[in-house]
């Protein structure tokens, strides 16, 4: 599935990975956090990453988010690919 990669000090980026925890977790760097965004997008965090006192990546909502981030989709129960249109509302969220 297509979703949009959040990695410490560099830009967004598309890729493609596989629908599966390990791989999910692997990218992020620990136990998956899903947190709601908008309109059936989430971003997939480190749970623990604040607790692990890494880099910031971001803020979000007075959040700030540590490690890699994912965006994807959640739509019935299931993440799924992200949106072409996508891309520039989570750019507006990051600015």
Same mark, same amino acid.
């Given at each position: +599935?297509?979703?949009? +990669? #959040?990695?410490?000090?560099?830009?967004?980026?598309?890729?493609?990975? %596989? @629908? @599966?925890?390990?791989?999910?977790?692997?990218?992020?760097?620990?136990?998956?956090?899903?947190?709601?965004?908008?309109? %059936?997008?989430?971003?997939?965090?480190?749970?623990?990453?604040? +607790? #692990? #006192?890494?880099?910031? @990546?971001?803020?979000?909502?007075?959040?700030?988010?540590?490690? @890699?981030?994912?965006?994807?989709?959640?739509?019935?129960?299931?993440?799924?690919?992200?949106?072409?249109?996508?891309?520039?509302?989570? #750019?507006?969220?990051?600015?």
């Amino acid at each position: +599935m297509k979703v949009i +990669m #959040k990695k410490v000090g560099e830009e967004l980026e598309p890729i493609e990975v %596989s @629908n @599966n925890l390990s791989e999910l977790q692997k990218l992020v760097g620990g136990y998956i956090e899903c947190i709601e965004l908008f309109d %059936s997008v989430v971003l997939l965090c480190d749970e623990d990453g604040s +607790m #692990k #006192k890494l880099p910031v @990546n971001f803020s979000i909502r007075d959040v700030a988010l540590v490690r @890699n981030v994912i965006f994807l989709r959640l739509e019935d129960g299931e993440f799924t690919s992200i949106k072409e249109n996508d891309l520039e509302t989570i #750019k507006d969220l990051l600015q």
